[in-house]
Protein backbone atom coordinates (compact mmCIF):
# COMPACT_ATOMS: atom_id res chain seq x y z
CA UNK A 1 0.00 0.00 0.00
CA UNK A 2 1.18 3.68 -1.28
CA UNK A 3 2.03 5.94 1.57
CA UNK A 4 1.44 9.60 1.21
CA UNK A 5 4.42 11.94 1.07
CA UNK A 6 5.80 13.77 4.11
CA UNK A 7 5.26 16.94 3.14
CA UNK A 8 6.78 18.41 6.76
CA UNK A 9 10.55 16.76 5.26
CA UNK A 10 10.25 17.48 2.27
CA UNK A 11 8.75 21.41 2.49
CA UNK A 12 10.41 24.38 4.11
CA UNK A 13 8.93 23.98 7.23
CA UNK A 14 7.71 28.11 7.38
CA UNK A 15 5.91 26.82 4.33
CA UNK A 16 4.40 23.47 5.53
CA UNK A 17 3.70 25.86 8.99
CA UNK A 18 2.08 28.20 6.34
CA UNK A 19 0.04 25.50 4.34
CA UNK A 20 -0.95 23.75 7.42
CA UNK A 21 -3.04 27.05 8.88
CA UNK A 22 -4.23 27.96 5.54
CA UNK A 23 -6.03 24.96 5.07
CA UNK A 24 -7.96 25.43 8.05
CA UNK A 25 -9.00 29.46 6.88
CA UNK A 26 -12.14 30.58 5.72
CA UNK A 27 -10.30 32.13 2.78
CA UNK A 28 -8.89 28.21 2.14
CA UNK A 29 -12.74 27.08 2.10
CA UNK A 30 -14.05 29.47 -0.31
CA UNK A 31 -11.04 29.31 -2.73
CA UNK A 32 -11.19 26.04 -3.49
CA UNK A 33 -14.87 25.55 -4.77
CA UNK A 34 -14.93 28.82 -6.86
CA UNK A 35 -11.06 27.64 -8.82
CA UNK A 36 -13.09 24.76 -9.02
CA UNK A 37 -15.91 26.58 -11.19
CA UNK A 38 -14.10 28.61 -12.82
CA UNK A 39 -12.01 25.59 -14.07
CA UNK A 40 -15.40 23.51 -15.13
CA UNK A 41 -16.59 26.94 -16.70
CA UNK A 42 -13.61 27.00 -18.97
CA UNK A 43 -14.38 23.70 -21.03
CA UNK A 44 -17.31 25.38 -22.22
CA UNK A 45 -16.12 27.63 -25.13
CA UNK A 46 -14.17 24.95 -26.31
CA UNK A 47 -17.26 22.43 -26.26
CA UNK A 48 -19.53 25.21 -28.42
CA UNK A 49 -18.91 25.84 -31.70
CA UNK A 50 -16.94 29.10 -31.71
CA UNK A 51 -14.44 30.62 -33.90
CA UNK A 52 -11.12 29.79 -32.64
CA UNK A 53 -9.94 33.12 -31.50
CA UNK A 54 -13.35 33.74 -30.30
CA UNK A 55 -13.30 30.71 -27.97
CA UNK A 56 -9.70 31.34 -27.03
CA UNK A 57 -10.06 34.03 -25.36
CA UNK A 58 -12.69 33.54 -22.74
CA UNK A 59 -11.03 29.83 -22.09
CA UNK A 60 -7.90 32.12 -21.13
CA UNK A 61 -10.55 34.41 -18.89
CA UNK A 62 -11.79 31.71 -17.27
CA UNK A 63 -8.01 29.97 -16.47
CA UNK A 64 -7.10 32.95 -15.57
CA UNK A 65 -9.66 33.40 -12.72
CA UNK A 66 -9.32 30.18 -11.78
CA UNK A 67 -5.28 30.25 -10.86
CA UNK A 68 -5.92 33.83 -9.54
CA UNK A 69 -8.53 32.53 -6.74
CA UNK A 70 -6.50 30.08 -5.88
CA UNK A 71 -3.19 31.99 -5.56
CA UNK A 72 -4.58 35.43 -4.95
CA UNK A 73 -6.40 34.61 -1.15
CA UNK A 74 -3.10 32.66 -0.06
CA UNK A 75 -1.05 35.75 -1.09
CA UNK A 76 -3.47 37.85 0.81
CA UNK A 77 -3.61 35.57 3.84
CA UNK A 78 0.32 35.10 3.81
CA UNK A 79 0.54 39.06 3.88
CA UNK A 80 -2.25 39.02 7.04
CA UNK A 81 -0.99 37.00 8.80
CA UNK A 82 3.07 36.40 8.32
CA UNK A 83 5.28 35.11 9.85
CA UNK A 84 4.46 31.84 9.53
CA UNK A 85 6.38 30.12 12.24
CA UNK A 86 4.00 28.81 14.95
CA UNK A 87 0.82 27.25 14.31
CA UNK A 88 -1.49 26.08 17.07
CA UNK A 89 -4.11 23.24 16.90
CA UNK A 90 -6.34 22.31 20.00
CA UNK A 91 -8.91 19.47 21.09
CA UNK A 92 -10.95 18.95 24.37
CA UNK A 93 -10.04 16.69 27.08
CA UNK A 94 -12.40 14.10 27.93
CA UNK A 95 -14.93 15.02 25.12
CA UNK A 96 -18.40 13.56 24.99
CA UNK A 97 -19.96 13.24 21.92
CA UNK A 98 -21.15 16.80 21.98
CA UNK A 99 -17.76 17.57 21.97
CA UNK A 100 -16.41 16.52 19.11
CA UNK A 101 -19.34 18.24 16.99
CA UNK A 102 -18.40 21.91 18.76
CA UNK A 103 -14.50 21.15 17.87
CA UNK A 104 -15.37 21.26 14.25
CA UNK A 105 -17.01 24.88 14.85
CA UNK A 106 -14.13 25.99 17.30
CA UNK A 107 -16.29 25.74 20.03
CA UNK A 108 -15.25 24.68 23.45
CA UNK A 109 -17.96 23.98 25.96
CA UNK A 110 -18.06 24.66 29.63
CA UNK A 111 -18.83 21.90 32.19
CA UNK A 112 -19.79 21.49 35.77
CA UNK A 113 -17.00 19.04 36.93
CA UNK A 114 -17.38 17.52 40.62
CA UNK A 115 -13.93 18.89 41.91
CA UNK A 116 -14.35 22.98 40.69
CA UNK A 117 -17.34 25.11 42.34
CA UNK A 118 -17.40 27.00 38.89
CA UNK A 119 -17.99 25.53 35.10
CA UNK A 120 -14.76 24.30 33.47
CA UNK A 121 -13.82 23.94 30.22
CA UNK A 122 -10.56 21.58 29.64
CA UNK A 123 -8.28 21.62 25.89
CA UNK A 124 -5.48 19.99 24.79
CA UNK A 125 -3.11 22.66 22.62
CA UNK A 126 -0.72 21.67 20.24
CA UNK A 127 1.95 23.63 19.47
CA UNK A 128 4.30 23.06 15.84
CA UNK A 129 7.60 25.78 16.10
CA UNK A 130 9.44 26.74 13.22
CA UNK A 131 12.48 24.60 13.21
CA UNK A 132 15.06 27.94 13.36
CA UNK A 133 12.86 29.70 16.36
CA UNK A 134 14.82 29.63 19.64
CA UNK A 135 12.45 31.47 21.89
CA UNK A 136 8.67 32.01 22.28
CA UNK A 137 6.10 33.74 24.00
CA UNK A 138 2.24 32.42 23.98
CA UNK A 139 -0.08 34.92 25.65
CA UNK A 140 -2.97 33.29 27.04
CA UNK A 141 -5.98 36.36 26.57
CA UNK A 142 -9.43 35.52 27.41
CA UNK A 143 -12.53 37.96 27.33
CA UNK A 144 -15.28 38.15 29.32
CA UNK A 145 -15.46 36.58 32.71
CA UNK A 146 -13.04 33.92 32.24
CA UNK A 147 -9.80 32.81 33.75
CA UNK A 148 -7.15 30.36 31.78
CA UNK A 149 -4.10 29.03 32.79
CA UNK A 150 -1.82 25.25 31.90
CA UNK A 151 -2.16 23.01 34.61
CA UNK A 152 1.93 22.99 33.09
CA UNK A 153 4.24 24.45 31.01
CA UNK A 154 5.50 22.28 28.12
CA UNK A 155 9.18 21.38 27.89
CA UNK A 156 11.77 23.96 29.30
CA UNK A 157 9.31 26.88 29.19
CA UNK A 158 7.89 28.42 32.53
CA UNK A 159 4.15 29.79 32.92
CA UNK A 160 4.66 33.70 34.30
CA UNK A 161 1.56 34.05 36.06
CA UNK A 162 1.96 37.62 36.14
CA UNK A 163 1.38 38.25 32.25
CA UNK A 164 -0.58 34.88 31.80
CA UNK A 165 2.32 33.68 29.21
CA UNK A 166 4.41 30.84 29.19
CA UNK A 167 7.82 31.33 28.21
CA UNK A 168 10.70 29.49 26.54
CA UNK A 169 13.78 31.40 26.30
CA UNK A 170 15.79 28.00 24.88
CA UNK A 171 13.54 25.97 22.42
CA UNK A 172 14.50 22.42 22.50
CA UNK A 173 11.47 20.58 21.31
CA UNK A 174 9.36 22.50 18.19
CA UNK A 175 6.19 19.96 18.79
CA UNK A 176 4.66 20.58 22.54
CA UNK A 177 1.57 20.46 24.05
CA UNK A 178 -0.09 21.79 26.89
CA UNK A 179 -3.48 20.83 28.88
CA UNK A 180 -5.71 24.57 29.07
CA UNK A 181 -7.73 25.19 32.01
CA UNK A 182 -10.65 27.65 31.66
CA UNK A 183 -12.85 28.91 34.56
CA UNK A 184 -16.00 30.30 34.20
CA UNK A 185 -15.84 33.00 36.81
CA UNK A 186 -18.81 35.11 36.99
CA UNK A 187 -21.60 35.09 35.02
CA UNK A 188 -21.66 35.21 31.44
CA UNK A 189 -25.04 36.85 30.43
CA UNK A 190 -24.51 39.84 28.65
CA UNK A 191 -21.17 38.71 27.52
CA UNK A 192 -21.43 38.59 23.97
CA UNK A 193 -19.11 35.36 22.12
CA UNK A 194 -16.57 34.90 25.16
CA UNK A 195 -13.50 33.81 23.66
CA UNK A 196 -9.96 32.47 24.60
CA UNK A 197 -7.30 34.11 22.91
CA UNK A 198 -3.64 32.70 22.35
CA UNK A 199 -1.19 34.88 21.04
CA UNK A 200 2.41 35.60 19.72
CA UNK A 201 3.68 38.17 22.55
CA UNK A 202 6.64 38.60 20.84
CA UNK A 203 4.84 39.64 17.54
CA UNK A 204 2.51 42.63 18.47
CA UNK A 205 0.25 40.20 20.36
CA UNK A 206 -0.61 37.94 16.92
CA UNK A 207 -3.51 36.15 17.58
CA UNK A 208 -2.52 32.12 16.39
CA UNK A 209 -5.85 30.57 17.71
CA UNK A 210 -9.11 31.80 18.62
CA UNK A 211 -11.41 29.54 20.82
CA UNK A 212 -15.18 30.02 21.76
CA UNK A 213 -16.21 29.07 24.98
CA UNK A 214 -19.77 28.37 25.01
Given amino acids: MSRS ?3 EGILPHNLYLFLKEYRRSIYF ?10 WISS ?17 A ?13 MILYWHQNKPFHVVIDWNPIEPESIDHRLEHKNLL ?20 FDKD ?14 SVKPRFAPGNSKYKSDKNQIVCNEVRNHDVYFPLEIID ?25 TIEVI
Fill in 43 to 59: TIPSAVTLPIIGSAIPY
Fill in 133 to 146: IDEYRLKLDPTGPL
Fill in 185 to 209: EGDQQGVLEPQLYIKDALNDDTKLL
Fill in 61 to 73: LLVGLALLSLIGP
Fill in 109 to 128: RLRDLDHHEDPVALAHINAY
Fill in 29 to 38: TYSSPLSSFF
Fill in 5 to 7: PDW
